[in-house]
């Protein structure tokens, strides 16, 4: 039963245009989401997080919104820029010592 | 500048043959996560200290077996490799449990396993 979902394997946007990427949780309880980037060869690096009594955080070009109602969450990257095409991954704080992750969506920035 | 290193980058060991893959910190992070990750899917928990305590994900095979000997070193050790466990294996940290609060996981680079 996969509790965190990235339903889009991947995503192809143009250079300077607006990055969203998207990621549905099932578990109510969760009281933190993180997004995570990755490089090929490379471990995942934290980008930005939220925790559940915010709808928005806001880090630079980042910005992740939370609309618990629907249990979704969502990344902008604004303007996306080459250098952002990696694979993404939501990732929803679980027990104490569990992430759990999603799939991941693979973000390709055509120039 | 504070890190998790891994080493070493890419391991080819036997099937069978015994391996043993490091991590090191210089975050002074209590928690530290082992993960098996394959192909581009999501990072799966194997097991992680907090200081010294032990926690085993419940359907980590026994054939891992993991070692903290200090805050700042971790090893995996695979008993008897075989050849689903080719992966990539992370290590991260954590100053404390996902749980409390925002306690984003600082990743290492990572040692690709490939099983001959």
């Known amino acids: 039963d996969q509790q965190v979902k990235q339903n889009s394997p991947s995503l192809s946007v143009q250079e300077g245009r607006i990055s969203i990427l998207n990621c549905d949780y099932t578990n109510s309880m969760f009281d933190y989401f993180l997004w995570y980037k990755k490089y090929p060869a490379e471990g995942p690096t934290f980008l930005i997080s939220i925790s559940s009594i915010k709808d928005k955080n806001e880090d630079g070009r980042f910005t992740v919104f939370l609309n618990k109602s629907a249990k979704h969450l969502s990344l902008h990257i604004v303007p996306s820029q080459p250098g952002d095409s990696a694979v993404y991954f939501c990732a929803a704080s679980g027990s104490n010592y569990q992430l759990i992750w999603g799939a991941g969506t693979k973000l390709i920035i055509k120039p | 500048d504070a890190m998790v290193i891994q080493n070493p980058r890419y391991q080819v060991t036997q099937f069978g043959k015994p391996v043993t893959l490091s991590c090191s910190q210089t975050?002074?992070?209590?928690?530290m996560y082992w993960y098996q990750q394959k192909s581009s899917q999501a990072p799966k928990l194997l097991f992680h200290y907090y200081d010294k305590d032990f926690n085993n994900e419940a359907d980590t095979p026994d054939n891992f077996q993991s070692r903290r000997p200090n805050t700042s070193f971790c090893f995996l050790d695979i008993r008897s490799p075989g050849l689903g466990d080719a992966a990539m294996y992370l290590c991260a940290t954590s100053r404390g449990p996902a749980g409390m609060g925002n306690q984003p996981q600082h990743f290492g680079d990572g040692t690709r396993l490939s099983i001959l």
């Open positions: 975050l002074n992070h209590n928690v």
